[in-house]
């Protein structure tokens, strides 16, 4: 079973539309991630948070919003999709500062 | 601003060539340096990892890195690379600090060919 898991995998939208992206883990961490990927451009951190009541931007926040429910539970929306947000979508999850992230299965999103 | 820089961006060898990625970081302080892989269509996994201690870490599937600080260098490297090595590899750095966070580099495509 995996110890991270985005829905959906992959998603088609139009430009203008909102839309969530959601990440759950089992694996009890208190950090969770948002990444976007895009060919030639590496990971770049869209949002993080370090437990329930603590959510921090990252390099690229604009466009988008993030709340985390619970421990377990971190989402991603796009309030009005653009067709530059186009990309691969990954959320990770870590226990320490510093240490490993441990990445989900990435949901790729195309807004058309 | 720190930044990791990955200055392969596609590297294409025959089975059995010798593997070696470079990364580099700008930043003089604390960092902890991880490689990762990403099989085509998957998710990202830890190859490797270096915190503190030895600087030539072993990882998984053969592969190993070395920090050399004075170069803050932390190159990936395969004695024998195999077909199933094809993928895409990431150096990320964390930098410790007032804006500590995980930072990756561009990635470097291995194609592997038979």
């Known amino acids: 079973d995996a110890d991270v898991t985005q829905t959906p995998r992959n998603r088609i939208t139009k430009t203008g539309k909102r839309i969530m992206l959601e990440c759950s883990q089992t694996?009890?961490?208190?950090?969770m991630y948002w990444y976007r990927q895009d060919p030639g451009l590496g990971l770049r951190l869209i949002y993080y948070?370090?437990?329930?009541?603590?959510?921090n931007k990252g390099e690229i926040s604009d466009g988008y919003s993030v709340s985390r429910q619970a421990q377990a539970k971190f989402s991603l929306s796009l309030e009005s999709a653009i067709p530059n947000q186009t990309a691969l979508y990954f959320c990770a999850t870590s226990d320490l500062h510093g240490g490993e992230q441990y990445f989900g299965p990435g949901t790729r999103l195309t807004v058309t | 601003a720190q930044s990791v820089s990955q200055h392969n961006h596609h590297v294409i060898l025959s089975e059995a060539a010798s593997l070696e990625l470079g990364c580099n970081y700008s930043?003089?302080?604390?960092?902890?340096l991880f490689w990762y892989v990403q099989y085509p269509g998957q998710h990202l996994q830890l190859l490797l990892k270096y915190f503190s201690g030895d600087p030539l870490v072993k990882g998984i599937k053969g592969f190993e890195a070395e920090f050399i600080k004075s170069k803050f260098s932390f190159n990936l490297r395969k004695p024998s690379v195999q077909w199933s090595d094809t993928a895409e590899y990431f150096c990320a750095v964390f930098f410790t600090g007032t804006a500590s966070k995980l930072t990756f580099g561009t990635g470097t495509r291995l194609q592997v060919t038979l």
């Open positions: 948070s370090f437990d329930v009541k603590d959510i």
């Open positions: 930043y003089g302080g604390t960092v902890n």
């Open positions: 694996k009890g961490h208190d950090r």
